[in-house]
């Protein structure tokens, strides 16, 4: 069996090579005078909109089953304001059964070609059916369909019974709009912390933690 190749760690003529780069996106101090923490991922998410291949919007959600084994998978952010980070998915999947059971959760954001990352934590809670609904009639109408067809995290025999599903369930619908399942809807995470981090040469990165302090956010600068 081959061994994984893994990169060595860089050295100091790379970060040397590096440094104008990193400072050039990562050394403003400002952020660290900043009061609340959503309009500055606000602000990097649109950063990693005109950096990032795809999926700038794509985030590690970690939830816990009931027997207190945690779990992680990549979602979509589909929305974020004061009220917290959105999200949909399967009521019935593994992450809605969890989310049911252990309503609270952390998220992780990495932007690659920007070198920074931001960790969520908090609360979850169930969107509004009139949320689900507008973003639900927002999707492209095969995806709709498909929301009908998956048992999601459930055994599937193989591919052709999935296409199986598709043709009917599309079948079914044709000529007319294709309403929300009951089961597919979306949760809200509602951050009691986050974190901040940037790459900085040499691993001396920063950071920058929030944590929610009554109707305001203290803020904390971490060694790296």
């Known amino acids: 069996m081959t061994a994984p190749v893994i990169p060595p760690s860089p050295t100091r003529e790379e970060y040397a090579a590096d440094y104008a780069a990193a400072l050039a996106a990562n050394g403003d101090e400002s952020m660290f005078s900043l009061e609340e923490p959503i309009g500055l ?7 990693a909109r005109g950096s990032e291949p795809n999926d700038a919007n794509a985030m590690a959600l970690a939830t816990v089953d009931a027997a207190g084994l945690p779990d992680c998978r990549i979602v979509l952010l589909k929305d974020v304001d004061a009220r917290g980070f959105t999200f949909y998915s399967n009521s019935e999947s593994a992450k809605g059964e969890q989310l049911a059971t252990q309503p609270a959760a952390a998220l992780l954001f990495h932007w690659k070609a920007l070198r920074r990352q931001v960790r969520v934590r908090g609360s979850i809670e169930p969107v509004s059916a009139a949320e689900a609904d507008a973003y639900f009639a927002s ?64 691993r001396l990165h920063d950071r920058l933690r929030f944590e929610r302090d009554g109707d305001g956010w203290s803020r904390t600068r971490l060694w790296p």
């Open 41 to 47: 991922f606000v602000d990097w998410m649109a950063d």
């Open 139 to 202: 999707r492209a109408r095969e995806s709709r369909v498909g929301a009908w067809v998956s048992d999601q995290s459930r055994p599937l025999a193989d591919r052709a019974t999935l296409e199986s599903a598709v043709a009917r369930e599309t079948a079914r619908f044709e000529g007319q709009d294709v309403p929300r399942p009951a089961r597919w809807t979306g949760w809200r995470l509602v951050p009691e912390s986050l974190e901040f981090w940037r790459d900085r040469p040499f």
